[in-house]
């Protein structure tokens, strides 16, 4: 037996956690008509089920056997909503909105989302699953999709926002700690474009063997805004499924909408994501330190019991405000905020940031070329790109400094700034790291358009150049 769903859940005086069965027996049986439906949709052919798609607004791409499932399971998610909306928009009641649910003394509701804080953990599933017993202190919401669905919560930057704090929020927040490398992961094509799950399993077992414990799902590597947001949730949901229970998740959620921003936000804390990154709007940007809080209190409503990082990258975003300002301005203002994911090479305000508030942030770093000096300035992790591939350098280099091997550690740098300047002349970009994943024996397929997979000479050429600066003895 699992818990599993906070809305499930409700405290009793003595503070033992009990099921509503009613509710439980109703979501069970959302689940299995939506199973016995998928089984349904399962046997009509691709055409069919794209043509449904095409009915219902959708834009699939081409369809065949390697993902028909996903395109299987967004017509059943899109039919179900669709049921929904209509049952809701005929029902007499439905222009009055149901109340807030009752707040129980000292538990920490949104006043956006109505939700209570994440209840300690009372887990009871199978050895090593991906919810095995481990210091994780919430209450996740399950893998399974639900029939109900979920509002995506109402965003204006007009009223002033209203992220509530509670003691629990705030000590689970303070509690969550990055240690060592987080891969910021690629996104797995097929050869038109589309989806690929299949290899995540090889590609998780690749990076786990590697030493890494820590993913950054759907960030830059991952060429999130070339994705939809119906993926990018699904690829979240695919991780979560697949990672050791020992691997930590922080799912990226930055859009170039407000809207969607939450609406990822909310999806990652309901599937179990340990964090949230958030990188600001791009072509509408943030002016100053004030807007970007602003918009972030909205994105926190979103997730009210997920640690947030603020994704700093000013080379792709062109936002550039002075992060020591934001986390100060950010203090008292979001309880959610854990720290940032710095990827700039301004290591002076690096290490203002990692020292700003008494040291109460966790400030990631994001240039691998660097990581060295970032130790120095106060850093104990980073997110990269080149830790998908180059995994095992990496830990050697954090060992040597740790243990004071600095001349080990610095051979360890300079091997990675040697592998980093071989990236940046094949591209250093998605189609590049892909390369370099694939000569390693994973193969993440192309890179989505407009970006392009090196050629097969390109891919020889890049083959040999590795070979002779030793990458495929020390990597």
């Not at 009372?122 to 481990?134: I, N, T």
């Not at 700690?177 to 690929?196: K, M, Q, R």
């Not at 905020?337 to 990692?354: A, H, I, S």
Request: with cysteine.
């Amino acid at each position: 037996n699992r818990i599993s769903d906070l809305s499930l859940i409700r405290m009793s005086s003595s503070g033992s956690v009990k099921r509503s069965g009613r509710r439980g027996g109703k979501l069970k049986r959302a689940r299995e008509e939506q199973r016995k439906q998928e089984e349904d949709l399962d046997a009509l052919s691709c055409g069919e089920i794209r043509k449904r798609l095409l009915d219902l607004g959708e834009s699939p791409g081409p369809i065949d056997t390697s993902n028909k499932s996903i395109y299987v399971r967004q017509l059943v998610r899109k039919r179900l909503k669709h049921e929904t909306t209509e049952s809701s928009s005929t029902s007499p009641l439905s222009s009055h909105p149901s109340p807030p649910p009752p707040s129980h003394s000292g538990v920490f509701q949104s006043s956006v989302l109505g939700r209570s804080p994440p209840v300690k953990k009372v887990d009871f599933s199978p050895l090593g699953s991906r919810h095995s017993p481990v210091s994780t202190p919430t209450v996740r919401r399950p893998l399974q999709h639900s029939s109900v669905q979920k509002q995506v919560p109402r965003v204006s930057l007009a009223v002033k926002p209203s992220v509530l704090e509670s003691p629990s929020t705030r000590d689970s927040i303070a509690d969550f700690e990055v240690d060592g490398l987080v891969a910021a992961t690629l996104t797995p094509f097929n050869s038109d474009g589309e989806l690929n799950f299949s290899v995540l399993p090889q590609y998780c077992n690749h990076l786990w063997l590697s030493g890494v414990r820590n993913i950054f799902v759907n960030g830059t590597t991952g060429e999130s805004l070339s994705l939809t947001v119906e993926e990018r949730k699904l690829i979240l949901e695919e991780w979560i499924k697949i990672v050791p229970s020992k691997m930590n998740v922080i799912a990226h959620v930055g859009t170039e909408s407000l809207k969607n921003t939450c609406s990822l936000a909310m999806h990652a804390e309901d599937m179990g994501a340990h964090a949230i990154g958030v990188m600001p709007t791009t072509f509408f940007k943030p002016a100053t330190v004030e807007h970007l809080v602003l918009y972030l209190e909205k994105v926190a409503e979103s997730a009210p019991s997920t640690p947030m990082f603020y994704y700093h990258i000013p080379s792709m975003t062109g936002v550039n405000l002075s992060m020591e300002e934001f986390l100060s301005a950010a203090s008292d203002r979001l309880p959610t905020l854990r720290g940032l994911k710095f990827t700039d090479k301004n290591l002076f305000e690096f290490g203002r940031c990692v020292s700003s508030n008494g040291g109460r942030y966790q400030v990631i770093y994001g240039c691998d070329e660097q990581l060295l000096a970032a130790l120095s300035f106060g850093g104990t992790a980073a997110i990269g790109s080149t830790y998908n591939f180059a995994g095992r350098l990496y830990n050697r280099l954090l060992a040597s400094y740790h243990s004071g091997d600095m001349k080990k550690a610095l051979l360890e740098q300079r091997r990675s700034q040697d592998m980093i300047k071989l990236l940046f002349k094949y591209g250093g970009h998605a189609g590049a790291l892909k390369a370099f994943m694939k000569l390693q024996g994973v193969d993440v397929g192309p890179p989505r358009l407009p970006l392009l997979s090196l050629s097969l000479e390109a891919t020889r050429t890049l083959s040999s150049d590795l070979r002779v600066s030793g990458f495929f003895d020390w990597a």
